[in-house]
């Protein structure tokens, strides 16, 4: 089990920039995959990216606009987002899950612990 906290949500403009950072108890960090999912209200997929940081995933909706990464010595995952837009206003959570998984990384039940959530506001 791993627990995890984020930060760095917060109100922005259209245009805007925000990096969230997910924050992960425990030693065995980098044996997990690490996710972001929004909710605003049903939970989607933003961003997923693998234990050693070699591969990333992006929701086709976020795609050249959002970019997530990982600081294994610091157990932490980050979530830069760019040319933010009102539709990405949602709470952010990140999602931990064993790397040996091999499921469809866009799905919710394939992750197995997850963050409180921090918002992300967004104004026009």
């Known amino acids: 089990q791993v627990q995890l906290v984020e930060s760095g949500g917060g109100l922005v403009q259209a245009g805007g920039s925000l990096r969230l950072s997910c924050a992960a108890s425990?030693?065995?960090?980098?044996?997990?995959?690490m996710g972001w999912f929004r909710q605003a209200p049903g939970r989607e997929f933003v961003a997923a990216i693998t234990w050693s940081g070699g591969t990333t995933y992006y929701a086709d909706a976020v795609k050249g606009r959002f970019t997530i990464s990982r600081d294994n010595a610091k157990n932490t995952v980050y979530l830069q987002m760019n040319s933010l837009k009102p539709e990405d206003t949602a709470v952010y959570s990140c999602?931990?899950?064993?790397?040996?998984?091999?499921?469809?990384?866009?799905?919710?039940?394939?992750?197995?612990?997850w963050g409180q959530g921090t918002q992300v506001t967004v104004s026009s």
């Open positions: 425990g030693r065995t960090f980098s044996s997990y995959d």
């Open positions: 999602a931990a899950r064993n790397y040996r998984r091999s499921g469809n990384y866009s799905r919710g039940d394939e992750w197995d612990n």
